[in-house]
């Protein structure tokens, strides 16, 4: 069954408490919070107090989403601010392995998220360090991006790998996924969707999500 993970960051944050329960109720399955420091990516977004309002309005799972250079200084903050699953990036210049089992010592899950040019080959050694694989599909720092067509073949490369290895991983796709690529992302073996602008400019999020789990039944 496929996830859709709305990122709150499309979100209207002048009517934040509404929207964050108008996404509770969508039918929507997790809540992706960007968390970007200006530095790893071109662009500033919120920190540890918007997960905890997050956390304190909707009872969905918390998918925490660190596009920052130093997680190690920010793990407990975001664990204890709410987050279910807490991913740090690969293009960070830190050994990943213990920041993952420092995740997971916080009882939280471990991600790790590769950006659209970043291989597959990268990660494999430290998969069995984690629970999800978030492959990027636009450069990360901003939503309303064009999804890259580039990158399916690595979401089919994960999904072929994750599967031949039995490992327990699930793939997450983020970046430019709405109604039109939906599709093509399901097919090449995602488990989660993260939709921002799409989702919150549809207007009607428990249709977008219906439409989007329609699209998956016919996968
Ligand atoms: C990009 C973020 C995405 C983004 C999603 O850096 O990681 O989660 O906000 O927004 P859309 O779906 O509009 O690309
Ligand atoms: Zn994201």
New binding site residues.
């Given amino acids: 069954m496929i996830k859709l993970a709305p990122?709150i960051?499309?979100a209207d944050f002048g009517h934040l408490e509404e929207e964050i329960i108008k996404t509770n109720e969508s039918g929507c399955d997790w809540i992706?919070l960007?968390i970007?420091d200006g530095h790893l990516?071109p662009n500033i977004s919120f920190g540890p107090a918007i997960v905890k309002y997050v956390k304190s309005r909707s009872d969905l799972f918390l998918d925490s989403?660190l596009?920052i250079s130093n997680p190690e200084k920010y793990l407990e903050v975001y664990a204890e601010a709410g987050s279910d699953l807490i991913v740090i990036h690969y293009e960070i210049e830190h050994d990943k392995i213990p920041l993952l089992e420092k995740i997971r010592k916080l009882g939280k899950k471990a991600g790790i998220s590769i950006n659209p040019h970043t291989p597959l080959e990268a990660v494999t050694e430290i998969l069995e360090h984690c629970d999800l694989i978030l492959i990027?599909t636009?450069h990360?720092?901003?939503?309303?991006?064009k999804f890259m067509n580039q990158v399916l073949p690595k979401i089919r490369q994960a999904r072929e790998y994750i599967d031949s290895n039995n490992l327990n991983i699930e793939i997450e796709v983020?970046?430019?996924?709405?109604l039109e690529t939906a599709k093509k992302v399901i097919d090449a073996g995602a488990d989660i969707l993260?939709?921002?602008?799409?989702?919150y400019k549809s207007g009607d999020y428990r249709e977008f999500n219906r439409k989007i789990k329609d699209l998956a039944e016919k996968s």
């Avoid at 990360?140 to 991006?145: A, C, I, K, L, N």
Wanted: proline share 4%; net charge negative; hydrophobic share 45%.
């Fill in positions: 990122s960051l499309g992706h960007d970007m990516v989403h596009m990027m636009v990360p720092g901003f939503s309303g991006q983020d970046g430019g996924v709405g993260v939709a921002g602008s799409a989702f």
